[in-house]
């Protein structure tokens, strides 16, 4: 048998279908506004994390005209297409210096429109013998060793394991597809060192590479350096800059500083709009629940002169309260999950930050938080609500509504 | 059992003048008379729907106590005492009293369905509908009502769980003659099945059906000399 505050609450709600949604729409925006804001915030600083990742390195090495020409951090962490070269011997000259502990060299190339992109990509040739960075993130996805004119895709690519692509009209095959980093790099393709310099030199071949007296075999863009113990990066960096000429050695750390800026900036706004939404929502929804219920003073009175103790008129309020807050903030959650999920890559875009949802674990806990507080608001407010016309005395309810 | 007052008063304070304490009733000793309609005549704010509240339970004195039986009402729990009101009183508030999201037939059962009984009254219920000229309307909301209508439908649900005591607080204050007339009657006649009603109205004509009449003029309670109710006059 359902019990006459349940049913009664749920006639009360269902009679007045425009009040009603009101409520649940103010409800729906508690659990959306936490919800969206905590994913926003949290997959920025999980994009951020998983550059810092990817990057892997302590100090990057480019030639020097990658920093005059500014367009290094739009190659390595935007995602647009470039590609600079520098001669191979400087990676032996660097790995002979003091307190260098893992080095290897990267090789960048970008491609012409090919079938898998509706823009050319960015191509990074690495050496997997000496590769710590896109190797240990490319055993997540493929367990095997990349076999020669083997490439493999990031998330973003519309290629699939299999495929075959055409660069420069050379065919490589798709051998693994890499998990979504939120960042840059999803954009990107990753070959190891043979496979790349057959691509550079079919992009000689065809004259479609802008630097035409460069021998593949003989051409890194970059190397990536981790410090050995004893050192610090400070003293490494310092020591390259001074004794290599014509290449430039860089802080990682310093690179994705300004992304960081922005991130801690944007977090920011998205924390306080978040914040200033949910109480303003929370705000309104106390006035109008008490409102809605104000304006029934008279019904609440009448109840208590056939029998209804205060409890009870309490009870019935609060549980009109509950099931708005129910019904609003499971919507929200709902339409947060909605917004959030399949727009990702659109937010990532327009916020032109590395954005990286969170594990389905970690969503379904915010989820389940942004719910909990929502219907806490909610509850609360109609407790309140419900307490005051509870206690009201209700000869002076029925006078007053006269 | 009888409904007595023991030197009952009720002050209030104006809620604009926080300072400023008058009182509604002053000082009254009451007993109701079983088994009567008791008619309270009095203009507005004189302390006459003050003075039914507190006879009621909904409304603590400032000042005296109220006994039905040997039971003092303000000394019961509110649970207890909501739960006297629901089997022993019945009530019909002023003005218009609909549950709106119920129908007239659940605002009728709604005495029995609030402490969860979903099955007694309701052949009681469908004879009240049909005595109150109702019966028709039993699925119709409050909002569709007329205002004697909803008045009736009011009575009803006072009535169904057979109470001992009615109050009804100007039940006929927005009425035409013709429902004025009805109602009235009605009243009398569950009098006369030996419920004892308590009639408070600004209306005169209603003391033409009274047993007994008071009148309460500045918070003070008078009992009127002369006796209206004659039988014939019905």
């Not at chain 2, 119920?102 to 369905?113: F, H």
């Not at chain 2, 607080?169 to 030996?194: H, R, S, W, Y």
Request: aromatic share 8%.
């Amino acid at each position: 048998m359902k019990k006459i505050t349940e049913s009664l609450a749920y006639k009360n709600l269902s009679k007045r279908p425009g009040k009603t949604a009101a409520l649940i729409v103010l409800s729906a925006c508690l659990s959306f506004s936490i919800l969206v804001g905590t994913l926003i915030v949290s997959s920025l600083k999980s994009g951020l994390a998983s550059l810092q990742d990817r990057l892997g390195a302590d100090i990057m090495v480019v030639p020097y005209e990658a920093i005059t020409k500014s367009n290094l951090e739009n190659i390595v962490l935007q995602g647009n297409t470039g590609y600079f070269y520098m001669d191979s011997s400087y990676l032996d000259k660097i790995a002979a210096m003091d307190g260098i502990g893992e080095i290897s060299a990267q090789f960048y190339l970008a491609s012409t429109s090919s079938g898998c992109c509706s823009v050319p990509v960015q191509i990074i040739g690495f050496d997997p013998e000496t590769d710590f960075t896109i190797t240990p993130w490319i055993r997540k996805s493929y367990g095997g060793k990349l076999q020669n004119m083997d490439i493999v895709v990031g998330n973003d690519l519309n290629a699939f394991v299999g495929d075959t692509l055409t660069f420069y009209g050379t065919d490589v095959h798709v051998a693994a597809k890499l998990e979504k980093t939120g960042t840059s790099l999803d954009t990107a393709v990753y070959t190891n060192e043979e496979t790349i310099k057959k691509l550079i030199q079919s992009s000689l071949d065809k004259k479609l590479n802008t630097f035409e007296d460069v021998n593949p075999d003989h051409v890194i863009s970059n190397i990536l350096i981790n410090v050995a113990d004893g050192y610090t990066v400070e003293e490494v960096l310092n020591d390259i800059n001074i004794h290599v000429r014509k290449v430039e050695a860089v802080r990682t750390k310093s690179m994705i500083s300004g992304i960081a800026g922005s991130l801690q900036g944007v977090s920011e706004i998205i924390g306080i709009l978040a914040a200033a939404v949910w109480l303003l929502a929370f705000v309104i929804l106390v006035i109008a629940f008490a409102i809605s219920v104000n304006g029934r003073r008279k019904e609440f009175a009448v109840l208590r002169t056939i029998g209804a103790s205060r409890k009870k008129v309490s009870r019935i309020v609060m549980t009109e309260g509950l099931m708005v807050s129910v019904a609003g903030s499971l919507s929200g959650v709902a339409l947060g999950i909605l917004v959030i999920i399949p727009f990702s890559n659109l937010i990532e875009s327009q916020l032109s930050l590395p954005f990286l949802l969170p594990a389905i674990g970690v969503i379904a806990f915010v989820s389940l938080l942004s719910f909990g507080v929502a219907v806490l608001a909610g509850t609360a407010t109609s407790y309140v609500v419900g307490s005051k016309i509870g206690k009201a005395d209700a000869g002076n309810l029925i006078k007053q509504d006269m | 059992m009888t409904l007595r007052a023991e030197n009952i008063s009720r002050q209030f304070t104006r809620e604009t003048k926080n300072t400023n304490i008058f009182t509604a009733v002053h000082s009254v000793d009451f007993a109701l008379r079983e088994g009567a309609l008791t008619v309270i005549t009095g203009r507005s704010g004189s302390g006459k729907s003050t003075f039914m509240n507190m006879l009621s339970g909904l409304l603590v004195p400032t000042e005296g106590k109220i006994y039905f039986g040997e039971e003092e009402l303000y000394a019961l729990s509110d649970e207890k005492l909501s739960k006297l009101r629901n089997e022993h009183f019945g009530f019909v508030p002023q003005g218009q009293s609909g549950i709106s999201s119920l129908t007239v037939w659940e605002n009728v059962l709604l005495p029995y369905t609030l402490f969860g009984d979903n099955q007694s009254g309701k052949e009681y219920a469908e004879k009240l509908l049909s005595l109150m000229d109702i019966a028709d309307l039993k699925n119709v909301y409050p909002t569709e009502l007329s205002g004697g209508e909803l008045r009736r439908m009011s009575i009803a649900r006072a009535l169904i769980r057979r109470p001992q005591i009615v109050f009804a607080d100007e039940p006929t204050g927005d009425l035409d003659d013709e429902n004025t007339a009805i109602v009235l009657k009605l009243f009398k006649q569950i009098a006369k099945e030996g419920v004892s009603v308590l009639l408070v109205t600004h209306e005169n004509e209603a003391k033409m059906y009274a047993d007994v009449a008071y009148r309460m003029s500045g918070g003070v309670l008078q009992q009127e000399k002369e006796v209206y109710n004659t039988e014939q006059k019905y």
